[in-house]
């Protein structure tokens, strides 16, 4: 089982294109840095080169500069213990030219977020105790009972998900980012290429609504979620763009020619899980041991299937249909009853067996997403985990405890 | 010896349960942004609901213990049929706690495993008009919502009415704070001051603020305190039995519910009047979890100016996060000495009065 060739070509992309955007700045262009909540395919119609504030996060962590970046933020007299992940960027500032990953983060001369939670908007907000900094923050609303299945509803009726009224919010204040990036870059918003952009993600995400689904019906499943993530998120950092919705159809080709070849992760697949929440997919070789022990294999990642449900949405008015994108994008993921009714349409579509749920102590509406698993008669393995202390979870504990509930499972 | 004021803050909710079963509809509050104003004009009694005593344990299994506990003491109560006797409960997105307070509880009576239904007042905080033309529609909601949880219609002069017995509450809560400002009030019974008034219905309020009256002059070092708003009035008592006061507070169960201002005049069309009551809260002072770090800053220093005080305390529950932030610039721009106690420590009394003692050394 070799690695997928989307996965490597997307991972090679992004270290081309962060020394092209490093480049850039270096010869005096304007750079943003977004929070991965916040629309960011305004910049990209404009031509503003960005930097979503959560992957630069995880390349500080995977190169271990985590620590540092947070001692930083302390000296900065900021918690180091709140949006401990947010909060990554601001810190690896202080690392030094050697220390920082990838030669470091340029200077942002832009940062946009949405004011989720009570500190996203102060974490932002720190970025202009450097006055050349400017900063655009979006509202932060709340979830509606949609009135169908969200899944469903989102690509074409937005509105019955996500209510009128939020749409019209963040419309208005598409707007007015737009106007505050005018002023501050001077270049010139041109809505026929918003429309382009829009459309270029359109297809990039019903690419990768169709790989979701082949992986669904596949039986056995033909590729690991430690690879489908990096092919999936590196374009989802770039959408918008001709390379993005490209690595997105090449994943759909590759996959397909994988199940039409009888590709198998695991060939005597006997069990199929569902892993929600935050993921331990660096420990590689757990699953591994999972795999020859119990036949046992993790069919689905929210990073894909997020992609494939929720970010399509048509409509005649780009600003509009961005904003209907935005508005409630972790809602899906998190807030009841959206979410519980979305996780268990995937797991019965892609015919899991059992769930092992990572519970963030930090995440709204867990509770509701095991419980509503459970009634659907899927069993699920609560996993507890301090979002403030990543540490409290020993892994050993956790292979253990996954064990037992596979063998469970089998019997 | 505790007066009655003091009696009636400590048991809100008997009083109010009371209101209830004399037939009155009474709607629960959860957050400083609702505008009681437009319950008392449905005839339903507006009841602020402050933490409760109920043990927490089914709260945080339903809702996760990272969250403050402020929210999970509301969701206790109303887990344990505490709370049956509202006619609804309005919660406000002032911080995220309360957020995710409202979608346990929207889900919980959707499941039918409690009695009150909840609604949300998702009103935001960008000084923006973008920004108030969303809260002006969800106030219109929420009017709505009012009127069929209370059985009553709001009209102008409902409101009108509303807006005066609420007037005399303000009236008598200003006095205090003056009071309080020149030494003859201590910061607990303005604190039980601003609690009854919350909770009560007006003229009992009005009545027990009247009579209440001032305190004998006290000489004791005056501290403003910032962070997170109390459950209780255990942190107030403990910072002025080491001998300071509490001259001014910047959380929403004290001085910031004066900066709400009540609707001036009463428009004759509703979205203008709306728009005034949105306007209030936007122009109110900043909260820790829905303003800038600099607007908190600024607010902090002219209400230290404001309350003579001579040094800044904060106390900051854990997963509380917005004070934290705060503090850096809070402190910066004080001009007098500052400490703040945070997590757990914040929840060990003695800890806090060590601060207070420290504070009292430093100026
Ligand atoms: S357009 Fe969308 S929502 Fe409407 S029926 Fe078709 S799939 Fe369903
Ligand atoms: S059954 Fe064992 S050997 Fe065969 S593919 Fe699965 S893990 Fe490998």
Known sequence: MTRLESASAALTHQREWFASLRAAVADGERFALVNADAPQ??????????????????????????????????????????????????????????????????????????????????????????????????????????????????????????????????????????????????????????????????????????????????????????????????????????????????????????????????????????????????????????????????????????????????????????????????????????????????????????????????????????????????????????????????????????????????? | MTSELERAARDVRSAVAIVAASGRPVIGIVGRDVPAVLVAASGAHPYRIAPGDELTDEADAVMGRAVDRAASRVLAAVMAGSLDFLRGILVSRDCEASVRLFYTLQELHRRGAIAPPVHLVDQVHQNRESTLQYNVAQLATMWEMVEAWASGGISTRSIEAARNELADVRGELERRRSWRRSGRLSGTAALHGYRVAAALPPTDAARLLRDAGSEADDAGFPVFLTGSAPLGDEVYRAIEGAGARVVGEDHDWGDPILTDRLPARIARDRDSLLRELATARLAGAPAAASSTMAARAKATREAIAASGARALLSVVRPHDEAPAWDWRHQREQADVAAAMVRGEAADDLEQVVAVVETLRAAS
């Open chain 1, 41 to 411: 395919e305004i910049l990209r119609a404009m031509g503003i080169p960005y930097v979503v504030n959560q992957w630069w996060a995880s390349i500080v962590t995977a190169k271990q500069a985590a620590a540092e970046s947070l001692e930083q933020v302390a000296r900065s007299g900021y918690p180091d213990d709140s949006r401990q992940y947010d909060v990554l960027a601001l810190g690896s500032r202080g690392l030094d030219a050697e220390g920082a990953p990838w030669g470091g983060l340029p200077k942002p001369d832009l940062v946009i977020a949405e004011l989720s939670g009570d500190a996203t908007g102060k974490v932002f907000e720190a970025w202009t105790d450097d006055p050349s900094i400017g900063y655009f923050a979006y509202e932060r609303t709340a979830a509606i009972t949609p009135d169908g299945p969200w899944w469903e509803l989102a690509r074409w009726h937005w509105d019955r998900v996500f209510g009128p009224e939020r749409i019209a919010l963040m419309a208005a204040e598409n707007r007015l980012l737009i106007e505050f990036l005018e002023e501050r870059t001077g270049r010139t918003f041109e809505l026929s290429r918003l429309e382009r952009v829009m459309r270029l993600i359109n297809e990039q995400e019903e690419y990768n609504r169709e790989t979701r689904d082949l992986i669904a019906a596949a039986r056995p499943t033909p590729v690991r979620v430690s690879d489908t993530i990096p092919a999936v998120m590196v374009p989802q950092w770039h959408r918008g763009s001709e390379w993005g919705r490209d690595a997105a159809r090449a994943l759909r080709d590759e996959v397909a020619g994988m199940v039409a070849a009888g590709g198998a992760v695991c060939e005597g697949e006997r069990t199929r899980l569902m892993w929600v929440g935050r993921g331990l997919w660096s420990d590689t070789s757990m699953y591994r041991r999972f795999e020859e022990e119990y036949g046992a294999v993790f069919v689905w990642s929210m990073y894909l299937a997020i992609a494939a449900d929720g970010y399509i949405r048509y409509g005649d008015d780009a600003i509009q249909a961005l904003a209907a994108r935005f508005v409630g994008i972790t809602d899906l993921l998190y807030a009841p009853p959206l979410a519980p009714e979305w996780y268990v349409k995937e797991a019965r579509t892609h015919g899991v067996d059992g769930v092992v749920h990572l519970v963030a102590d930090d995440v709204p509406g867990a509770s509701f997403i095991t419980l509503a698993l459970e009634e659907a008669g899927i069993a699920v393995l609560e996993i507890r985990a301090s979002n403030a202390d990543p540490r409290t979870l020993d892994l050993s504990d956790v292979e253990h405890a996954m064990s037992a509930f596979i063998a469970g499972l089998a019997t």
